[in-house]
C-alpha cells in the first residue's frame, strides 16, 4: 500500500488557479497509476487525470486536459494536479489516489474502485 498525503486546497476565486500536492511515500519511478479524484457535494467520486508514474504518461478525463495538469516530480515523490481558469462547478473535496500500474492502461482508469490507496481529501472552494 501507497501512505498518500495531500495538500493545497482552499478557497479561490473564479478564473484563478491553484495548484495540489499529493505526496506518495513510495517511490514513483517503480511505476504506479496515480491520479486525481473529486466529489462534490451530493455527487459521485468522479475522475479528473491519472499518471502512469513509471513512464510519465497523463490520462485525462473527458475534456478536462484544457484546464487541468497532471506533473510528477520523482526526485520528491509527489504528484500534482494544477487547475487553472477555475470555474464554480470546480468546487469539491480533491482525492489524490494510487493503484497498480495496469490500471491506466487498462481503459478503466476512471473507476474509484480500481485504486487501493487515498489521501485524505482537500477542499477546493471557488466563488
Known amino acids: 500500500h501507497v501512505q498518500l498525503v495531500e495538500s493545497g486546497g482552499g478557497s479561490v476565486q473564479a478564473g484563478g488557479s491553484l495548484t495540489l500536492s499529493c505526496v506518495a511515500h513510495e517511490d514513483l519511478y517503480r511505476g504506479y497509476c496515480m491520479g486525481w479524484f473529486r466529489q462534490a457535494p451530493g455527487k459521485q467520486r468522479e475522475a479528473v487525470a491519472v499518471i502512469y508514474t513509471g513512464a510519465r504518461r497523463p490520462f485525462y478525463f473527458d475534456d478536462m486536459e484544457d484546464r487541468f495538469h497532471i506533473s510528477q516530480d520523482n526526485a520528491k515523490d509527489t504528484i500534482y494536479l494544477e487547475i487553472t481558469n477555475l470555474k464554480l462547478d470546480d468546487t469539491a473535496m480533491y482525492y489524490c489516489?494510487?493503484?497498480?500500474?495496469?490500471?491506466?492502461?487498462?481503459?478503466?482508469?476512471?473507476?474509484?474502485?480500481?485504486?487501493?490507496?487515498w489521501s485524505q481529501g482537500t477542499q477546493v472552494t471557488v466563488s
Open positions: 489516489a494510487a493503484g497498480p500500474s495496469f490500471v491506466c492502461s487498462s481503459g478503466s482508469w476512471g473507476f474509484a474502485s480500481n485504486y487501493h490507496d
